[in-house]
């Protein structure tokens, strides 16, 4: 009789449609990557009628040993204290309050929370800090960031900052992402250290000092996880975390 192994139980953030509460949306393959990596998949759904956010993103949180924040839409600017650019895209208030406020239960819980492009953006505002609301009409000679490419293929290279989890992890300067993205992080917020940048000086990582594991990625490593093995380390790297999370 084979040994039964605990996986630990990992919320992954969802979207959902604003005209339909019986719609959801989310990317198969941050499910598969969380189980991947050895974690138990528990999707997170966000209370479509006037529920109180915030004691359900901490009640959920209080059973999970990670959070993933996935990527989808744009933040309301007004989260983050901006008007609406002319190239503003969808955005969803309801998702917005959601994972606002699962973010910061998982920051007070000290919750190990991977998050995933807009998952990193949301974390970043959650936390205090803002948002490049279009990287190509405000940041002169910036590359593509949203390409038109498979989600497994990378398409651009990021440098890793020194002492970072993801210098770690990926054990080397420079690596490949993918990215499909045109808001980007800025500034970081307060108590967020940058941990990798575009050669055009984007943000592509952040990582909260002193936490457990909390790191944002533009980049969506879910997609690479079942090509490139150093992607799925990044999961590994985040499990690890959250196995020690009592």
């Not at 969380?34 to 479509?48: H, S, T």
């Not at 002319?86 to 309050?97: E, F, H, M, S, T």
């Not at 000086?201 to 093995?229: C, D, N, T």
């Amino acid at each position: 009789m084979g040994v039964f192994v605990v996986r630990p139980v990992i919320l992954i953030s969802t979207d959902c449609d604003i005209e339909s509460s019986d719609s959801l949306k989310l990317q198969a393959d941050y499910v598969r990557a969380v189980y991947m990596a050895g974690g138990l998949p528990l999707v997170a759904v966000p209370p479509m009628e006037c529920g109180d956010a915030s004691e359900a993103a901490a009640e959920l949180c209080s059973l999970a040993r990670g959070l993933v924040l996935t990527g989808g839409s744009d933040i309301l600017p007004c989260l983050f204290g901006e008007e609406p650019h002319p190239k503003l895209g969808a955005v969803n208030p309801i998702r917005d309050q959601f994972e606002l406020a699962l973010a910061r239960a998982a920051m007070q819980a000290d919750l190990p929370t991977l998050a995933i492009c807009r998952g990193m953006q949301l974390l970043n505002v959650a936390a205090g800090g803002g948002l490049v609301q279009d990287i190509e009409s405000c940041v002169p000679g910036a590359h593509a960031h949203r390409v038109a490419a498979p989600r497994w293929l990378p398409t651009h290279s990021v440098s890793v900052v020194q002492g970072s989890i993801l210098r770690r992890v990926f054990g080397r300067d420079s690596i490949m992402v993918n990215s499909f993205h045109h808001q980007a992080v800025h500034p970081a917020a307060p108590g967020f250290e940058v941990a990798a940048r575009a050669g055009d000086g984007i943000v592509e990582a952040i990582e909260k000092v002193g936490s457990r594991f909390m790191v944002g990625v533009q980049w969506h490593p879910e997609a690479l996880a079942g090509r490139y093995p150093e992607a799925l380390d990044l999961f590994r790297e985040f499990l690890i975390a959250a196995q020690g999370v009592c």
